[in-house]
């Protein structure tokens, strides 16, 4: 669907893209200490979020809580 080469589809199962930007991302987070499980929740996280988002702003939901008043500037 997306429409990729076979070679970048391969390369994204291992965690790697041919874009040196992009596979540098990856390899700069597993080298500040994050496993693989910890990339995939930031993914997973990343996108409940952003549908989350997506469903909030279609049908713009009812706020369950009170409003809360600015506290001022600093």
């Known amino acids: 669907m997306a429409k990729l080469p076979a070679d ?3 390369l994204a199962r291992k ?3 041919s874009d040196p930007k992009r596979d540098a991302d990856v390899t700069m987070v597993r080298d500040a ?3 693989d499980a910890n990339v ?3 993914i997973a996280l990343v996108a409940m979020y952003t549908l ?3 469903f909030n702003n279609v049908f713009d939901p009812e706020k369950d809580f009170p409003a809360v008043t600015p506290a ?3």
Do not use: K, W, Y
């Open 8 to 10: 970048e589809i391969i």
């Open 15 to 17: 965690g790697h893209a």
């Open 33 to 35: 200490g994050f496993t």
């Open 40 to 42: 995939m929740e930031i």
């Open 52 to 54: 989350t988002n997506f």
């Open 72 to 74: 001022g500037s600093i």
